[in-house]
Nanobody, 127 residues
Framework: QVQLVESGGGLVQAGGSLRLSCAASRRTSNNYAMGWFRQAPGKEREFVAAISWSGSSTSYTDSVKGRFTISKDNAKNAVYLQMNSLKPEDTAVYYC????????????????????WGQGTQVTVSS
């Protein structure tokens, strides 16, 4: 069992930046593709960004392209989400997720495919 812990959320003004981090509780021999999702009040959880185990492949939802960057550090068992030019509509609880994969370049973008989830971190963007 892998536990994921997010950090880095907070309150920021529109146009500002935040960097979210997600750390896995322990190293395993498995390869993990990682992703970030978010859930705004009254809305369903949605995909934000994903990265392959190798880090060579990434995917973003259209609304964050050019503003958010996902990255990972396998040595630290960590994945990051750099969020720039934040907008009030980015306000949500952000979750990281991990999925065991065999293909190191595989990117996973659907919620149902992920095996492990963090508890979430709140991001609030004021106008």
């Amino acid at each position: 069992q892998v536990q994921l812990v997010e950090s880095g959320g907070g309150l920021v003004q529109a146009g500002g930046s935040l960097r979210l981090s997600c750390a896995a509780s322990r190293r395993t021999s498995n390869n993990y593709a990682m992703g970030w999702f978010r859930q705004a009040p009254g809305k369903e959880r949605e995909f934000v960004a994903a990265i392959s185990w190798s880090g060579s492949s990434t995917s973003y939802t259209d609304s964050v392209k050019g503003r958010f960057t996902i990255s990972k550090d396998n040595a630290k068992n960590a994945v990051y989400l750099q969020m720039n030019s934040l907008k009030p509509e980015d306000t949500a609880v952000y979750y990281c997720a991990a999925r065991v994969v065999r293909r190191i370049a595989q990117v996973v973008t659907t919620e149902e495919e992920y095996d492990y989830w963090g508890q979430g971190t709140q991001v609030t963007v004021s106008s």
